[in-house]
């Protein structure tokens, strides 16, 4: 496979990284868990909370998928493969949504499969299952200094609201197009 190439994949269940709790909330590492929640607001569900994540399901297209907001803090968000593997659902049918440091604020790319490049949730879904699923990443742009990764990705963002939102709008554009 073509590293810019996209398998269609029949996707079941969409994870949005993230951390739980309200200190949290607005940070740049916890954009999977606000693209998710636009999802789940767009189609008028709501989320329970179920052994370590919270869980709702949407219809797209015709497709039942669940999306999960892990509560076990971004270091092991994989943990939650568990239940998925329970409900038949394959590692590739699966859709993570996360943080991406190496794309400017806004950026919005599709990846299938490679490694974590150093985001913990990533490594944590790769150490529980593989690497084989796709994912949206979202960029949130990087500090000069490295020593500042662990401070910059749970701070708030920079941008104001409307761009956020924004952007988070066009996620789940990206997301809806590719669940046909």
């Given amino acids: 496979m073509q590293a810019n190439t ?12 993230g951390n739980p709790g309200p200190a949290y909330s607005l940070t740049r590492h916890n954009i999977g868990f606000l693209v998710l929640d636009a999802l789940a607001d767009q189609q008028m569900s709501s989320w329970q909370l179920k052994q370590n994540m919270e869980i709702c399901s949407i219809a797209l297209h015709g497709h039942k ?10 270091n092991n968000s994989g943990q939650i493969l568990g239940y998925l593997a329970k409900q038949g659902i394959k590692q ?8 991406e ?12 499969d ?4 150093g985001h913990n949730g990533l490594k944590s879904i790769i150490s529980h299952g593989g690497s084989n699923f796709l994912r949206l990443r979202f960029g949130v742009d990087r500090p000069v200094d490295k020593e500042q990764v662990p401070d910059y990705v749970l701070a708030k963002f920079k941008e104001s609201q409307t761009q956020i939102d924004e952007k988070i709008h066009q996620a789940c554009l990206m997301i809806h197009d590719y669940i046909q």
């Fill in 65 to 74: 998928i669940v999306l999960i907001k892990p509560q076990t803090f971004m």
């Fill in 101 to 112: 440091l190496e794309l400017p604020f806004g950026s919005l790319k599709f990846k299938f």
């Fill in 114 to 117: 490679g490694s974590a490049k």
């Fill in 6 to 17: 996209i398998p269609q994949l029949a996707i079941k269940a969409i994870i949005g990284l």
């Fill in 92 to 99: 590739e049918n699966i859709l993570v949504v996360h943080d």
